[in-house]
């Protein structure tokens, strides 16, 4: 089975905080990507992975960036927590262009 | 820019209904559709996916059809269980993005009472 692995389920930080959300697939696979998750507003993309090092913006990636050093693991970085990024995070990743599989999801809030 | 809706936003039904869950997309040069699942508090679990070349796809009680041209696809859920209450997510990934993101609607709400 393919796992798609977030290091947290749940975060509470402070604002002005840097915040890391790591997330590992065990699948090989070449696509990850961050989403972020609201109510009423659907799933929305924070930014994309196609390859090591590579990256590309989502419809959302102010106050986001991103680092993918190795193949499985994709990291999404806060830099300065605001409240307005209190939300659900979810990793997913698929072959190219295949099924896409996701993690269980980090809940973060920001006090 | 593609836009994905899904009606009903919530269904309630008995256990044993036959459903239909409703997905539209407004840009039909699409690369596959996916069909997911997603209970409170957690990720999405993938149903099914189909390929753009395909009409339908099953698994179990579900079967998932694609109707490229109209810019829909639907999810048949047989004999519906209390189990099967969680929220249905339908996603499109487009022709010329094979390698990208796909866009999601914002889920139909099932809840199946015994």
């Known amino acids: 089975d393919v796992k798609v692995t977030q290091s947290s389920r749940y975060l509470v930080k402070r604002t002005g905080e840097k915040v890391f959300l790591e997330c590992v697939q065990d699948?090989?696979?070449?696509?990850m990507f961050w989403y972020r998750q609201d109510p009423g507003l659907g799933l929305r993309l924070i930014y994309f992975s196609y390859d090591v090092k590579m990256k590309e913006k989502g419809d959302i990636p102010e106050g986001y960036s991103v680092s993918r050093e190795k193949k499985e693991r994709f990291s999404l970085i806060l830099e300065s927590a605001s409240t307005n990024q209190t939300s659900m995070y979810l990793c997913a990743s698929s072959s190219l262009p295949g099924e896409l599989f996701f993690g269980e999801g980090s809940r973060l809030t920001v006090l | 820019k593609q836009e994905v809706t899904q009606i009903p936003a919530a269904l309630s039904v008995p256990e044993g209904e036959n459903l239909v869950l409703n997905c539209s997309f407004t840009?039909?040069?699409?690369?596959?559709l996916q069909w997911f699942r997603q209970d409170p508090g957690k990720g999405l679990t993938s149903l099914l996916l189909i390929q753009s070349s395909q009409r339908e796809q099953t698994s179990g009680r579900l079967n998932a059809s694609l109707d490229k041209s109209s810019g829909r696809s639907t999810l048949y859920i047989a004999a519906s269980q209390p189990g099967d209450s969680a929220t249905y997510l339908c996603?499109?990934?487009?022709?010329?993005?094979?390698?990208?993101?796909?866009?999601f609607g914002k889920g139909t709400t099932l809840s199946v009472s015994s």
């Open positions: 840009d039909s040069a699409i690369y596959n």
């Open positions: 996603a499109v990934r487009g022709e010329s993005q094979a390698g990208t993101a796909l866009i």
């Open positions: 699948m090989d696979h070449e696509n």
